[in-house]
């Protein structure tokens, strides 16, 4: 079982004249039973690049221009390419192959439909069940999700608290048993308490399903706790990828470096009081234009041979997991 993408390349169109790759020849994979992060900071593509998976971000500002998604899902006995399914097929394949967990709980969940509504509506919309076999499904995912199922079915989403929000959601894109999950910042509104009881939850439903999971951070300390192997992307690519404790042991990439080091508990040379580093900047619409590393207008390493289109390379040693970066000056980092 696993989810490949190769190629792939999304464009959004700024307006009829121009146009940004916010998803640039991408490539990701996901194992059964594996966590691989896609950590970058606010604006760099990461919600984008999860939406355009399931070919959710709407036409008329996204265009997929290459690439493909496919999906080998054992349990369900069957392997597609997200790219090549025809429109209508589509929401056959969400939510049953593959699902998501969006960035706000607030604005995914309908206000104005009971909270056990919502899911018997999901399961309804894939399998031909009676409604009452649906509604008893629906309970006990609320109650694997610590929310009890028969006294919260009839509540609201604005008579729960953020995190039982977030575990509603959760609920409803693993009601169909998906091989796939991708998670996006599902932490990110939630207390710190909270998130960890997120974070544990997708963890169990990980070890329990066997299923692989696309977790979206802005936080390095999260991808560290919760998975097998990180992306690090900016601007709409990879930077670099591989294992991730290797990747936070040992970075290679001048941005993963920055990023690491800009997050005292991960930074092995942090002196307590000392001013923290920051990443000189920010990341601006012109740092997803061609013809120089994106990294460029921040990158404490650049010069002029940066100014260039700059592939990904292997630097895979003998023994060690692949490891891949975007950077033509690696090796003394
Ligand atoms: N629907 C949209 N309309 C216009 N711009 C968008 C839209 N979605 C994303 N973008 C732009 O694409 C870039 C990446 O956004 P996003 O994927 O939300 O970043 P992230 O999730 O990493 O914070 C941003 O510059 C954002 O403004
Ligand atoms: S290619 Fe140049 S600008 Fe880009 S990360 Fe490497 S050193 Fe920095
Ligand atoms: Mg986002």
Redesign the pocket.
């Known amino acids: 079982m696993s989810l490949e993408i190769k190629n792939f390349t999304v464009e959004?169109r700024k307006d009829n004249a121009s146009s940004i790759n916010?998803t640039d020849d991408l490539y990701l994979k996901v194992d059964e039973g594996e966590v691989v992060s896609v950590v970058?900071?606010?604006?760099?593509?990461?919600?984008?690049?999860g939406l355009s998976i399931l070919r959710l971000?709407?036409s008329h500002?996204s265009n997929i221009i290459s690439g493909e998604v496919k999906i080998r899902c054992k349990s369900q006995n069957e392997e597609i390419d997200i790219m090549k399914l025809e429109p209508e097929k589509l929401i056959g394949v969400r939510g049953r192959l593959i699902s998501m967990i969006f960035?706000d709980p607030n604005t995914s969940l309908n206000p104005v439909m009971k909270i056990g509504e919502q899911i018997t509506e999901a399961i309804l919309a894939h399998k031909k069940i009676p409604k009452k076999e649906a509604k008893d499904i629906a309970i006990s995912y609320l109650d694997s999700m610590n929310i009890d199922g028969k006294s919260r079915f009839a509540s609201y989403p604005y008579e729960l608290s953020g995190g039982m929000r977030q575990r509603v959601m959760i609920a409803m894109a693993m009601v169909l048993n998906p091989c796939f999950l991708i998670a996006?910042?599902p932490t990110t509104a939630l207390d710190v308490t909270t998130s960890l009881q997120v974070l544990k939850l997708i963890g169990n439903i990980r070890k329990k399903s066997n299923i692989g999971v696309i977790f979206?951070t802005?936080d390095l300390t999260i991808a560290k706790s919760i998975s097998d192997r990180t992306y690090v992307?900016y601007a709409g690519h990879v930077m670099e990828s591989g294992n991730t404790e290797d990747l936070i042991n040992n970075p290679m990439h001048p941005y993963t470096f920055s990023l690491i080091k800009s997050v005292p508990s991960l930074s092995a040379d942090y002196v307590p009081k000392q001013k923290l580093f920051t990443i000189p900047g920010f990341l601006k619409?012109d740092d997803f234009s061609k013809g120089k590393c994106r990294f460029y207008s921040r990158c404490f390493k650049r010069d002029d041979e940066c100014l260039r289109d700059i592939p990904l390379k292997s630097f895979t040693d003998s023994g060690q997991e692949a490891r891949y970066v975007r950077c033509i000056k690696v090796n003394n980092v």
């Open positions: 959004l916010v970058g900071e606010s604006g760099s593509g990461k919600s984008f690049l971000n709407p500002i960035q996006d910042e979206i802005h992307f619409k």
